[in-house]
């Protein structure tokens, strides 16, 4: 089999016939699914990563073990850990959303901690001086400094579950990962390559906006 | 295809390389010359391959192996160029391959077709009892509860649940076949994509589903007590096992001895064998089939 001009025109085909755009298999539908998985993904996942990054970075402690326990999770084949999960607790929301999370927290980890760490240490001495608390230290001079690196940690951690998030499909649940997964069933390429070229949309909006939120976190230190 | 090719090479190599005839061991004669006996590359049809084997040897009959061949797209022309003389196949399936319109279900009428659709030269003899197919199945306490034996008595259940491979939503046997054939209707449909294997079962055993689609002969059917549901409207087209052999090879020793076999051979020896293959023991498939062969044949 050749990836020739005839799938592209067929995946074309595809993505334009308007019976692919409504119902519950329908793409707004299926994008929205992807969207909240992913949502919620990166919530939890920046719920378990951020304070731990905070701290780690603010007091300079566990920065080692961080680092290489991070490293490790990236490591994670995310569909081996989902049919782990799935095993564990069944199907259901709950397995691929850990799984993701899993995948989602040393991009969020690494991004706080590095953003603290970035700090002039000069800066935060001085801000000690002037009287300021260790939470003063932390919300008025660390977080402010270290925004664009923590978003930057979003930014990437968001990109990673978006593209990963279609595995979600393999075990009953929905998401733009359904055109993959019934594609493949039903040998339908020209569904299978629509549902990428989705994903990869997705993916490139999502980073458009971080992108965005970056250069205003810049620009708010720069004021 | 190069692809294909390849492992096909390197199919036929390594089984040249691991299970060549024992050249001690001369054919009696005016009996049949060496048979090479293939194989699909998956663990019970090894296993069938290798009971072959030892029935044939066991009457005296040289065989050659080689075995882990592939898909059908890779073993079918092998059997057709002669690299290999016999296959195990399963009716279904094969009538599919050979003729992708066919509509027959029911056990005989596939044999029947199948039979028709065999390309010049090669043949398949009569067909085991033994079935390798889709059955649902759900759990002991689910069946006791609802009354299930059959399919037909799903139709009883409200808003039954129903967990698959995602193709099982279009295929004839799948959701459309329960609403024509047996006039089910209202499925919820949960499409869980490793072909009945362990997150299906977990779905049906922790009560997610009601219904799971399980290859009859896994062994985690048994494992967790689960009850397949009868098909008494062959919704689920039959895949006896087969010997797909070619003509030449077809003597009548040879025919006899594959006869026996089939005859002997049942779902649930396949599910025992599997299971003995795949569980705490993990006994290799030549060990299985000598056992096999040792306790059903005379």
């Given at each position: 089999m050749t990836f020739s001009a005839g799938v592209a025109g067929e995946t074309a085909a595809w993505l334009g016939?308007?019976?692919?755009?409504?119902?519950?298999?329908?793409v707004p539908h299926r994008a929205l699914e992807h969207i909240a998985y992913s949502a919620v993904t990166v919530a939890v996942a920046a719920l378990v990563a951020v304070p731990l990054g905070l701290w780690i970075g603010h007091t300079g402690r566990w920065q080692r073990l961080a680092v290489v326990t991070a490293g490790a999770l990236r490591a994670m084949p995310t569909l081996g850990l989902l049919t782990w999960f799935v095993l564990l607790i069944?199907?259901?929301?709950i397995a691929p959303i850990l799984a993701l999370v899993v995948l989602a927290v040393p991009p969020l980890l690494a991004g706080t901690y590095a953003g603290l760490e970035s700090v002039d240490r000069a800066t935060i001495d001085a801000a000690r001086d002037m009287g300021f608390t260790e939470w003063q230290v932390l919300s008025r001079v660390e977080i402010p400094l270290a925004l664009p690196l923590l978003v930057g940690g979003f930014r990437s951690a968001t990109l990673q579950v978006i593209a990963t998030a279609t595995v979600a499909a393999y075990v009953g649940l929905g998401g733009l990962g359904r055109y993959l997964i019934d594609g493949q069933a039903y040998r339908d390429y020209p569904q299978m390559v629509g549902g990428s070229v989705l994903v990869i949309a997705l993916a490139l909006v999502a980073d458009a906006v971080f992108v965005g939120a970056q250069r205003l976190s810049t620009l708010k230190e720069k004021s | 295809m190069r692809l294909r090719h390849l492992t096909l090479a390197l199919a036929v190599a390594l089984g040249v390389a691991a299970c060549g005839g024992d050249p001690t061991k001369q054919a009696p004669v005016g009996d049949s010359e060496t048979i090479t006996i293939g194989s699909a590359a998956f663990p019970e049809n090894e296993i069938i391959a290798e009971i072959y084997a030892e029935a044939l040897e066991s009457k005296g009959i040289v065989v050659d192996k080689k075995l882990n061949i592939g898909a059908r797209e890779v073993y079918i022309p092998a059997l057709e160029n002669g690299e290999i003389d016999l296959i195990p196949e399963y009716t279904g399936n094969l009538l599919t391959y050979l003729d992708p319109k066919a509509t027959a279900t029911a056990p005989d009428e596939v044999t029947a077709a199948l039979a028709k659709a065999v390309p010049k030269g090669l043949t398949v003899l009569d067909p085991a009892p033994a079935e390798d197919k889709d059955s649902l199945n759900v759990t002991a306490a689910f069946a006791k509860e609802n009354g299930t034996k059959t399919i037909a008595d799903l139709s009883k259940v409200d808003g039954l649940r129903l967990a698959a491979n995602p193709e099982f939503k279009q295929r004839a046997y799948g959701i459309p076949g329960l609403e024509k054939v047996y006039g089910i209707t209202g499925i919820e449909f949960t499409p869980i994509s490793?072909?009945?294997?362990p997150a299906t079962v977990k779905a049906l055993v922790s009560g997610k589903v009601d219904v799971a689609d399980i290859?009859?002969?896994?062994?985690s059917i048994r494992a967790n007590k689960l009850v397949t549901l009868d098909d008494p409207k062959n919704l689920i087209a039959a895949q006896n096992v087969v010997p797909f052999i070619r003509e030449g090879k077809a003597t009548a020793d040879v025919i006899e001895v594959l006869d026996a076999v089939s005859a002997a051979l049942t779902t649930d020896d396949l599910l025992e064998l599997n299971a003995a293959n795949?569980?705490?023991?993990?006994?290799?498939p030549s060990i299985l089939a000598k056992e096999w062969v040792a306790d059903n044949l005379k």
């Open positions: 016939d308007r019976a692919h755009w409504v119902g519950t298999d329908g069944g199907v259901g929301l | 490793d072909g009945g294997g290859y009859s002969t896994t062994p795949q569980g705490e023991d993990k006994k290799s």
